[in-house]
Structure formats: structure tokens, C-alpha cells
């Protein structure tokens, strides 16, 4: 629903938010659960991997997984207005409206990635546990990780895409309202979740093999995002006026102006120490410095994520047509 009210000013209504800080966190959220599916999956389908292939390489992201998720939709319920109307949700499907397909995938991702988890619990972690159903299940699943890696993959590319298609169908605001918004989205969420496997990863092999994932993936990001501006500015006058708020300089701009500036340093600073690093001599081990540059560029990685979604939200709130407000 679209709200227009004709007596904006500067000293009563002057921006409509309808959508604040914990709508940004979710999606951040929600796209960081995406990326650390599709990549937790390809850490255990990757051909070099040094376990055997039914045997998990990593467990604690897959674990981490849905409580991250979790939690961003914490987020997204402490925005509802009306709290009870969340079941309304899941009392109907309708087909037109991503609201409703977006419910519906944050439901059913969370099966297969539970179990995912358990099937990813190592077995030096189950010999601890008495004979019960928590053991049982993660037994059960064990021989069907790399189904459950395919479907993990999957659904975090939906889930990941989807955060970008949730603001791009708003055609009320022109800021959203384009079709690589989902791709800038997706692209962003694998970089974020390829970032925290980095800095969660024991062996040195897979970090150097997620450094260099991610290199790929931050390059690819930096290209979409500037695509994302070059489709609007090309647009008509609209569409042109709604990333005005990014290259103005004025007081009321001026954090918007701020965030694209620290994308432009963020982002590529990230780049040049991973590049420093998977192109340094690691035939031994990794050192402490190494460990250490790694880590702080997947830490800028993660808070590159959350500026792109902060300064979404709040900039797409500001487009309109008509004066810009």
C-alpha cells in the first residue's frame, strides 16, 4: 500500500519511513542465512575436498545457518505493527504476491536446512551424546549430505534472491524498483556468507579456497552495484532522481553520500588483502598475519553487506513520483 501525503514539509512528514533499521537487518540477515547455505554446500560438493565425500568438511555454519535466519526474522516480526497478522501469512498462498511466496520459502527452507545441520554434526561431536532421536536422526541423515547439500544450495539461492525481489516489486518506488536489485542482492548475500566461512574455517586450504571465492564474488558485486546505478541513471527522469540521494552532498543526503563512499573503499580494500594473500606463499601453513588480513577482509566484506542494505531501505523510502521528499 502506497501513502501519499501531499503536506510533506521539512518540519512535519519530512521523509516517509515506513520501513526502519530492523527491516534492513533482516534482509542483511536473510541474505547472509543464503549465502552461508549455497557456500556451506559447496565446501562439502567441491571435488578437493581432503574428507571422503560422505564425510562433512564443515558443520558449524550449516548449524549456524538457521539460527542466523532465526534471528533476522525476529527482526522482521518486531517490525509488524500488528503482531497477530503474522499468521494471516501462512492461511493463504497467493501466487502475484511476493510477500506471500517469500513466507512461504522462509518456511520451507527450514526443514531441509535442520537437517542438513544434523547430517553435518561430525562424529566426534555424536560420541558424546547418549543413544536418542538427536543421534538417531543425525545418523539417518548422514548418508544423504550431499542430496542435502544440493537442496541447501538451492534454497539459498532463493532465499538469497528473494531479500533483492521483496524491495524491486515496489514499482512506488523507483529507488527499488529494478530487476538487479534481486542479482545486486544475491550476489551480495553469497560474498557476506562466503565471508564468515572465512573467518569461521580451522583448515588453511579452505580459507584460502573461500578467499578466492570471494574475490570472484566481491569483483562481480562491485560490477552489478555499478550496473544497478547506470541502469537508473540512463532511465527517465524518475528513476534518475532516485539515486540522487548517493551523489548529493547535502545535509539531508549526506549519509547516503557517505555509505557509497564507504562501499567504494570498503569493497575494494577487501579485495586487495585477500588478493595479497592468495597470492602470497602458503605451501607450508598460513601465518598469523596471513589468518589475520584474511579475517579483516571478510569482517569489511560482512559490513559492506549490511551498508548496501541500510542505504537501500532507507534511500528506496525517499524515491517517489513526484517532488523527491
Same mark, same amino acid.
Given at each position: 500500500m502506497e501513502l501519499t501525503i501531499t503536506g510533506a514539509n521539512a518540519i512535519t512528514y519530512p521523509t516517509l519511513h515506513i520501513w526502519d533499521w530492523r527491516v534492513a537487518i533482516y534482509l542483511f540477515l536473510g541474505g547472509l542465512t543464503g549465502g552461508l547455505?549455497?557456500?556451506?554446500? %559447496?565446501?562439502?560438493?567441491?571435488?578437493g575436498k581432503e574428507v571422503p565425500?560422505?564425510?562433512p568438511c564443515c558443520w558449524r555454519i550449516p548449524v549456524l545457518a538457521p539460527i542466523v535466519l532465526s534471528i533476522g526474522m525476529l527482526f522482521l516480526f518486531l517490525d509488524l505493527? %500488528?503482531?497477530t497478522h503474522v499468521y494471516w501469512f501462512y492461511l493463504t498462498f497467493k501466487p502475484l504476491s511476493p510477500m506471500s511466496w517469500g513466507s512461504w520459502i522462509l518456511i520451507l527452507i @527450514?526443514?531441509?536446512?535442520?537437517? @542438513?545441520?544434523f547430517a553435518c554434526l561430525p562424529d566426534e561431536?555424536?560420541?558424546g551424546m547418549k543413544k536418542g532421536w538427536i543421534r538417531g536422526l543425525a545418523d539417518a541423515m548422514r548418508p544423504r549430505l550431499r542430496l542435502l547439500a544440493k537442496i541447501n544450495f538451492v534454497g539459498g539461492v532463493m532465499l538469497a534472491i528473494y531479500t533483492?525481489?521483496?524491495l524491486s516489486t515496489f514499482v512506488a518506488r523507483p529507488l527499488w524498483n529494478s530487476a538487479i536489485l534481486p542479482m545486486l542482492f544475491l550476489v551480495s548475500g553469497m560474498s557476506t556468507g562466503t565471508a564468515l566461512m572465512i573467518i569461521m574455517a580451522r583448515e588453511d586450504n579452505v580459507k584460502l579456497f573461500f578467499t578466492q571465492v570471494d574475490i570472484w564474488l566481491i569483483f562481480t558485486e562491485i560490477l552489478v552495484l555499478l550496473l544497478f546505478f547506470y541502469g537508473h541513471y540512463t532511465s527517465d527522469a524518475v528513476h534518475r532522481n532516485a539515486i540522487m540521494p548517493f551523489f548529493n552532498t547535502s545535509h539531508q543526503f549526506f549519509p547516503y553520500f557517505l555509505s557509497i563512499i564507504i562501499l567504494w573503499i570498503v569493497l575494494p580494500l577487501a579485495i586487495v588483502l585477500k588478493f595479497l594473500e592468495v597470492t602470497a606463499d602458503h605451501s607450508v601453513k598460513l601465518t598469523a598475519t596471513g589468518i589475520f588480513l584474511m579475517n579483516t577482509s571478510a569482517v569489511l566484506v560482512l559490513v559492506g553487506g549490511l551498508v548496501v542494505r541500510f542505504a537501500l531501505v532507507y534511500a528506496g523510502q525517499l524515491s517517489g513520483y513526484g517532488p523527491m521528499m
Open positions: 547455505m549455497t557456500m556451506s554446500a %559447496v565446501a562439502n560438493l567441491r571435488p565425500r560422505d564425510e505493527e %500488528v503482531k @527450514y526443514p531441509p536446512m535442520i537437517l @542438513y545441520a561431536m555424536k560420541t533483492g525481489i521483496l
